[in-house]
């Protein structure tokens, strides 16, 4: 029996729920995704998580918890988003290359009128990237949909040298912070006892 709606086509969210054993329905919800003019990272991850989770639950046929996620890549204080292109990704890795980022993943959890956020920031350190191994990961097609323009669960794990952080948080759903936010609602219990 489904226990709650997932806002989001993310199979790398999915395949994170399903490896805790939890029972969903994907439920996804499009919402525009602009960052606003002086709008600090954090603050958008939440209002986007927040946002996605209530779009989802207006479209619920069940009056069950929805969960909503966003992901962001920061560097220097800007989100980076998706690559737009072959150029827009190779920019991007050669910003984050041999730097420090951050990766801001937020999840809110919406029933009723009762919604409740939270917030996983976690470090990520890219060694060296080459114009070649930048081309040939492009090439793989992967890069395209990620946050700036990499994957940590596939052959993007290249470039990173060290996390500090939560590392699904960083794949697109911070685990820690998703289990208590079921467990506050009841969708979960025990999971940590």
Request: without cysteine.
């Amino acid at each position: 029996m489904t226990d709650f709606y997932l806002a989001s086509r993310s199979p790398r969210r999915q395949e994170l729920l399903k490896q805790l054993g939890l029972d969903f329905e994907v439920l996804p919800a499009d919402i525009p995704e602009e960052p606003g003019p002086a709008e600090a990272p954090a603050d958008y991850a939440l209002r986007m998580a927040r946002g996605k989770a209530l779009a989802a639950q207006a479209l619920a046929p069940r009056p069950l918890p929805v969960l909503g996620a966003d992901t962001d890549v920061v560097l220097d204080g800007r989100i980076l988003g998706k690559p737009r292109d072959r150029a827009h990704a190779l920019e991007l890795l050669a910003a984050l290359a041999d730097r420090e980022h951050e990766v801001y993943s937020a999840v809110a959890l919406a029933q009723g009128a009762r919604v409740e956020t939270r917030l996983s920031v976690t470090r990520v350190r890219f060694g060296a990237v080459s114009a070649a191994a930048a081309s040939a990961y492009w090439d793989s097609g992967e890069p395209a949909d990620k946050a700036g323009g990499y994957g940590i669960q596939g052959l993007g794990a290249q470039f990173v040298r060290e996390i500090q952080g939560s590392y699904s948080g960083v794949v697109g759903l911070p685990l820690y912070e998703t289990v208590e936010l079921l467990g506050e609602f009841g969708v979960v219990a025990g999971a940590r006892a």
